[in-house]
C-alpha cells in the first residue's frame, strides 16, 4: 500500500515505453495528420474512443514510444499545443 510520501516522489518510469495519451479534438479536426505532425517517426498507435454527447468533439487513445522524460514532456507540449486537452 501506497503511503502519503510515495505521492510526493517522482515515479521511476523505465524507458523506452509506450506511453498513453488521451487526446480530444474538434469534431472537423483530422486527427491522423496532426497526430503525424507531432509524433515524427516515432511508433504508435492511435484508437478512436468516443464522440461527445453533443457531438462537438472527439477522442482518441494515442501510444507513443518515448525514450526518455524529456520526450515524453516534449510530446505532451505539442499535442496540448494543437488538441482541445490531452491527459
Avoid: H, Q
Avoid at 487526446?23 to 495528420?33: F, V
Avoid at 492511435?46 to 520526450?71: I, Q, R, T, Y
Amino acid at each position: 500500500m501506497a503511503n502519503v510520501c510515495d505521492f510526493n516522489e517522482k515515479p521511476e518510469i523505465v524507458y523506452p515505453i509506450f506511453w498513453e495519451y488521451k487526446i480530444i479534438l474538434d469534431k472537423d479536426s483530422d486527427e491522423k495528420n496532426l497526430v503525424k505532425e507531432c509524433v515524427g517517426n516515432r511508433n504508435y498507435t492511435l484508437d478512436f474512443s468516443k464522440n461527445s454527447a453533443e457531438g462537438k468533439f472527439k477522442s482518441f487513445n494515442l501510444a507513443v514510444l518515448v525514450n526518455s522524460d524529456e520526450e515524453r514532456l516534449e510530446l505532451f507540449s505539442l499535442l496540448k499545443r494543437y488538441s482541445k486537452f490531452v491527459l
